[in-house]
């Protein structure tokens, strides 16, 4: 009997799934016992072969099932588990030796909640456009969920890396069999998110992605249709974060466009099928000549072509969803948190009550407006120091400033509208236009200037 | 116009500006609990009321002052890497006659709290001034290169080093005594093969030093930035930084090669080679990170004619550039590049010139359109010579 149970859901990835294996089998010294379930799904490679001859010290079990997807792969996986923790990971993730450990250091520190590791993308040289974009989405996505002061919502809840307690998960149905190939993670952080699961993220689980060898652009493309399947079910399931997808642009009453887009998502793939198919190549070439902006713009079009056939399987002729339900009734409970008592009180008031949305003042100026945002967790007060620092930034910073200089807050002349509006903009073209206003608004007097005047 | 330079904590300001009755105003650089984080232009009001100095220097600050100042204030943990241990690394400096600046640079790398390897390449010297300065250093390795050019210097700087990471600063440079190590710091990705720092300038005592810090200088901005190909045209290279303030992965010249000896000072092209640097790492899909922590001094060109040679070197070196991509990699987005290039540099040539006090007592549009015209045959030029003087060097 062990306490942790390692699910891996695989397909066809027997080299990447051996080499997974043999970096959990090397954990580092001192981590409690585990066991790995992995869960064959549909596998004609040499999987089978492969576990069968593998040789670690870790207890292995294997599943198999015939193709059913990975939603449907965790959840068996979870019912055959003996662990009370259950830790899945993608197979083309590489766990690093502190993997499991930390995930089991974190529930014991936490009780309760979701654990989430990272997984950028293994370091790897990225040429193309596609791979360039790839491992800049994957890197930014882990440097921004690994902030300091993130506030989670549910699309930033990811199963390749995760680890909740086998009750709870059990207790929350598991994953939806509904999105069996996409999407299934992002319902399933929604759930948690609506039942006040905390959510939690522990940098030292760390694992590495080999995305470069697992997706395409080909692939890309496949996996848009799932998500436009797996929107439109998600739309339909929890219709309280429809705005917040991208089929509700296309749902309901629409413009000609918009209309045009169904009808052709409709009823014209058997036309346009082969033709997007060509995509790929088509980009390619586009890239090679170095057409940029024509390169997006076709990027943009075939996948949002895929999307749109994947939402149409689920919405059909008439792309209704049902009424949103929070667009009617507006009354949230907005918490007001006051600054002059200090930023330890704020944040003390804002860990008390947990609000879905809090006004911030400072005495009688109105710093900002930590709004509620639909499908992301409470505020609390981890996220208030940075949420003033950057969304708050344009309106906290002359309050902050005032303070520190003693001053009333209604005497700022420090800050221009032009220095504000450049806060957090890190390109260069924003600098360089920044310090030539610099030495513009300097009025050095030139040498020609005291020319003239001693003349 | 002269202006000082200056060298502020804005967590510990001076009570005033030192009196400087010779200066029409400062270009100060400003920290925040010692890191660099940002700078404001400010001029000297010699009539009217004083205002504090504080209000001064903030009025005039850039935006990344503010967003360091509040994390301060906010208490926020710093987003700078930390890594446990530092690669080792070399310094080296190409130098080329200038032994006054050299012994500056050195006295300035030799007060740093880091101990690191220090290379001296003396590259095509007239006399042994240079020799004769680094023997008075213990410390410092001396090494002759014979062959005129930056990038054959350069070169023969990778070929001589164990180091993990070899940092350049140019002769004229002064380094700030954290500026290894905060370059080093940068390293723990391994797909980063350069990293480059921030260098303001050391002195602003003419028109033309002014007038080159008021274009941008080697400043690249404030705030650290990691690019790749996906945020960065490898053609823009040189917004990843300069060749003053770079510290280059030893590897490097396995993944994407030696540095271009027809490029940069010295050849014929006059300049480029570090933007080429940077262009071949970004195609080859490596990272450069620009952390404007890692500070240096300049001493810029003094005098006007220098500075149109350099405007007009930096536009021949982006058209080599252009040219040996097009040419010798055959690399087709070139072309498009080359237009724009063009059509951008006709458009400034037909403007009516600036006259703002930061204008230029020559025509700047001719002189980089004279450059992007004779850029492509330059290159092909040094290239020849290049190829004369590697196969005379093998045969001597």
Not at chain 1, 148 to 153: N, T
Not at chain 1, 193 to 215: C, M, N, S, W
Not at chain 2, 122 to 128: L, Q, R
């Amino acid at each position: 009997m062990v306490e942790i149970s390692v699910i891996i859901p695989t397909h066809n990835r027997a080299a990447m799934l051996r080499s997974l294996l043999s970096k959990l089998d090397a954990q580092r010294e001192g981590t409690p016992a585990f066991e790995i379930l992995v869960v064959a799904d549909g596998c004609e490679d040499d999987t089978s072969t492969m576990l069968s001859s593998l040789r670690i010290r870790v207890p292995l079990r294997t599943l198999t099932l015939p193709g059913v997807g990975p939603a449907l792969a965790r959840n068996a996986g979870s019912q055959v588990a003996s662990g009370r923790l259950l830790i899945f990971l993608d197979d083309d993730i590489e766990p690093g030796e502190n993997f499991v450990r930390a995930h089991f250091v974190e529930h014991q520190r936490h009780p309760g909640g979701v654990v989430m590791g990272p997984y950028p993308p293994l370091p790897h040289i990225a040429k193309d456009r596609f791979r360039l974009s790839a491992r800049a989405w994957w890197t930014r996505h882990f440097e921004r969920v690994s902030r300091p002061g993130h506030q989670f919502a549910f699309t930033d809840v990811l199963t390749g890396n995760l680890s909740l307690n086998a009750e709870l998960f059990h207790a929350m149905g598991g994953l939806d069999p509904q999105f069996a190939r996409a999407r299934e993670d992002f319902e399933f952080g929604l759930r948690l998110i609506k039942k006040g699961v905390p959510i939690r993220f522990a940098p030292d689980a760390l694992g590495y992605h080999l995305e470069h060898q697992t997706t395409t652009l080909t692939g890309k493309m496949v996996r848009r249709y799932q998500e436009g399947r797996s929107d439109a079910l998600m739309a339909r399931k929890h219709p309280d974060i429809q705005r917040l997808l991208a089929i509700h642009r296309f749902t309901g009453r629409k413009g000609r466009k918009r209309r045009l887009q169904r009808a052709i998502a409709t009823r014209v793939g058997s036309v346009l099928d082969p033709l997007v198919k060509a995509g790929p190549r088509i980009l390619q070439m586009l890239e090679k000549a170095g057409l940029r902006r024509l390169y997006e713009k076709v990027e943009r079009q075939c996948n949002g072509y895929h999307y749109l056939r994947g939402a149409a399987e689920v919405l059909g002729e008439d792309w209704r969803l049902p009424p949103d339900p929070t667009a009617s009734t507006n009354e949230i409970d907005v918490l007001e948190v006051n600054l002059d008592q200090g930023l330890e009180a704020a944040e003390a008031m804002l860990a008390e009550r947990r609000p879905l949305a809090a006004r911030i003042m400072n005495g009688t100026v109105h710093v900002g407006d930590m709004g509620h945002r639909i499908g992301a967790e409470p505020w609390d007060a981890r996220h208030f120091r940075p949420w003033l620092n950057r969304q708050a930034i344009h309106r906290y910073l002359p309050v902050a400033l005032a303070e520190w200089q003693g001053q009333p807050i209604s005497a700022s002349p420090n800050l221009s509208d032009f220095t504000l509006n450049t806060l957090n903009n890190p390109s260069f073209h924003a600098h360089m236009i920044e310090q030539h206003v610099q030495w513009m608004e300097a009025k050095l007097r030139s040498a020609l200037y005291d020319n003239r005047s001693k003349s | 116009m002269r202006l000082a330079v200056r060298d502020i904590d804005i967590l510990d300001l001076p009570p005033d500006f030192e009196p400087t009755d010779d200066y029409q105003g400062a270009l100060v650089l400003i920290r925040v609990a010692g890191r660099p984080c940002g700078q404001a232009v400010i001029a000297f009001d010699t009539d009217g009321g004083k205002m504090p100095i504080k209000d001064r220097i903030l009025s005039a600050a850039s935006s990344s002052v503010f967003e360091a100042w509040l994390r301060h204030r906010l208490a926020l943990p710093d987003p700078s890497p930390a890594p446990s241990q530092l690669p080792k690394a070399s310094v080296v400096i190409c130098t080329r006659d200038r032994t006054e600046d050299l012994e500056r640079c050195l006295t300035g790398l030799l007060a740093m709290p880091d101990k690191a390897d220090i290379l001296v390449v003396d590259n095509a010297p007239s006399n042994e001034a240079t020799r004769d300065l680094v023997g008075r250093f213990d410390t410092v390795r001396y090494l002759r290169e014979p062959r005129p050019g930056l990038d054959v210097a350069r070169n023969t700087a990778l070929r001589n080093t164990e180091a993990d990471v070899v940092a350049f600063i140019d002769d004229d440079a002064v380094p700030d005594p954290l500026w290894l190590r905060t370059l080093l710091r940068n390293f723990e990705d391994p797909l980063v093969l350069a990293v480059t720092g921030l260098t303001m300038a050391a002195e602003l005592e003419t028109d033309s030093q002014i007038a080159f810090q008021h274009f941008g200088g080697f400043c690249r901005g404030f705030r650290r930035q990691v690019y790749d190909a996906y945020n960065l045209d490898p053609f823009t290279g040189w917004h990843a930084g300069a060749g003053v303030n770079m510290a280059l992965r030893r590897t490097i010249v396995d993944a994407v090669g030696w540095f271009d000896e027809a490029l940069d000072a010295g050849t014929l092209s006059l300049a480029g080679g570090d933007t080429d640097m940077f262009r071949r790492v970004l195609e080859a899909g490596y990272r450069i990170i620009y952390d404007p922590e890692a500070l240096n001094w300049h001493r810029h060109r003094r005098s006007s004619k220098e500075l149109q040679q350099q405007m007009y070197g930096y536009e021949v070196a982006s058209f080599a550039i252009l040219t040996k991509a097009l040419l010798f990699e055959g690399n087709p987005r070139a072309i498009p590049r080359m237009f724009r290039s063009y059509s951008r540099l006709l458009r400034r040539l037909f403007q009516a010139r600036p006259t703002h006090q930061f204008s230029l007592p020559y025509n700047d549009a001719l002189t980089q359109v004279r450059g992007a015209v004779s850029g492509p045959v330059r290159y092909l030029r040094a290239r020849v010579r290049a190829r004369a003087g590697e196969a005379g060097h093998k045969r001597g």
